[in-house]
């Protein structure tokens, strides 16, 4: 009626629809699978960790196992106004968050992160020093 063959367009349209819910399935199922894998039991990293820190290295604790490490195979650290960072790779590092250690513990962590890993540590900007309390960092104003 057209002028044009048809033939086989229905089989191209009947794969497109399954090729387009095979990826709709996807999309929707997949962020759930997770979740789906936590309610079957399967075990995950989640709950409390608690990590130790002393001039041998560092000692972490889950639910799941420990760990310890030694100080070398930490290249640089940095810090963050939320966190102080452990590289242990070029772009690879382990996060611990400021606020779970009181202004004290910080200081001490500060004192053993800059002791152990040495040259390789790099100091708090004078933004982090009054974030905690310390001195602004900013010029005093010239007469």
Do not use: C
């Not at 001039?55 to 195979?73: C, H, M």
């Not at 102080?84 to 910080?106: C, I, N």
């Amino acid at each position: 009626m057209w002028g044009f063959a048809t033939e086989g367009l229905t089989a191209d349209v009947g794969q497109l629809f399954a090729i387009a819910a095979v990826g709709l399935a996807l999309w929707y199922f997949f962020p759930w699978f997770p979740v789906w894998l936590v309610r079957r039991g399967v075990r995950t990293p989640d709950g409390p960790v608690t990590v130790a820190f002393s001039d041998a290295g560092i000692l972490t604790e889950g639910p799941n196992g420990k760990a310890e490490s030694t100080w070398e195979p930490y290249l640089r650290t940095r810090e963050t106004l939320e966190f102080l960072l452990l590289y242990y790779g070029k772009s690879v590092a382990v996060p611990l968050p400021k606020r779970v250690f009181t202004p004290e513990q910080l200081l001490e962590l500060r004192e053993l992160v800059s002791r152990r890993v040495g040259s390789r540590h790099v100091a708090p900007d004078s933004r982090l020093q009054a974030a905690d309390g310390g001195p602004s960092g900013r010029d005093e104003p010239k007469p």
